[in-house]
């Protein structure tokens, strides 16, 4: 990260501790973690941000969206006997189907039950997220697990969160998926800002290339803003973690990934006091009230 980067970032954290605790909102922050190549570490990455942000005293959600292939629940061990499914076809009421991981993490699984939002009845969609906007109010944040590629499904969900966080190594591979995913969801979607999470880096050095390299050609070729929220370095207890279907937060908080985990959530936390959240579809909202998730991801529904 250059010298201007970290200023800006410090100046804005600290204006955000100024600002004091966030006021509720009554809406969650919702923060979809992507990528264009799979295998990056997105899930790994969804999980311990949410148990850092749990040890923060905040309230997660996480959404296991990637569709089909969906494994949050595997790495932690749990065992869903229901999913979305079942509320789908009225068997479970969704607070049933609810996991709850370390530090109060909530986790919806998501099964095969949406595993293509497209092939939904109209009805169907409206169903879901009428299913969902209920949980919501009870929620600081709602993370969501996109699954990888540009999918229409992975671009929607993208599309309809408040923010988008990137993830990608220091592959080149890697890189130029990532590059190409938010030059689609900038062109089609119009989103502006996005944030870039560095996984399994060497060295900080890696971290601050990988952020130079994509910001260079974001800025460049597709006007649009990209915040380095951190490098998570490569680690073995990672791994380790993921063998015993623990999360690294939880077993390892120590390690150099767990700290820096632990870092980019406080990181987030305290930017989103001061971050305004884009708000990427003119979704139709109710008149006095602003689109929620729900809204923008039914409307992407419909015109796409
Ligand atoms: N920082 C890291 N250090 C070491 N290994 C890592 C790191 N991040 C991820 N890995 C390895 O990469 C594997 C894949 O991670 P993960 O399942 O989180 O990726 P993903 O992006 O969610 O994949 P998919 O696109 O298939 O959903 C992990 O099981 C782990 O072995
Ligand atoms: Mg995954």
Redo the contacts with the bound molecule.
Sequence with gaps: MDQATTLRQIVKSQRAQEAGPKPRSGRPRVISIT?G???????????NLGLALGRLGRKVLVLDA?MG?S?LDV?LGLTPRYTLEHVMNGRKDILEIILTGPEGVRILPSGSGISELSEMTFEQQMFLFKELSRIEDDLDYLLI?T??GISSNVLRFNASANEVVV?A?PEPTSITDAYALMKLLAIKYHLRDFGLIA??VISARDGDALYERLNGVCTQFLQVNLAFLGA?????N??KA?RQQRALIELYPASP?GKSLSEIAARLDRAGASTPAHVSAPAPAPAEKPASFWDRLLHWQKVR
């Design positions: 990528s190549k799979g295998g990056v570490g997105k899930t790994n990455i969804v999980l990637d292939l494994n790495l697990d699954g990888a993830v190594n996984n399994a998570v370095p490569f680690d073995a990672l791994r993921v990934a």
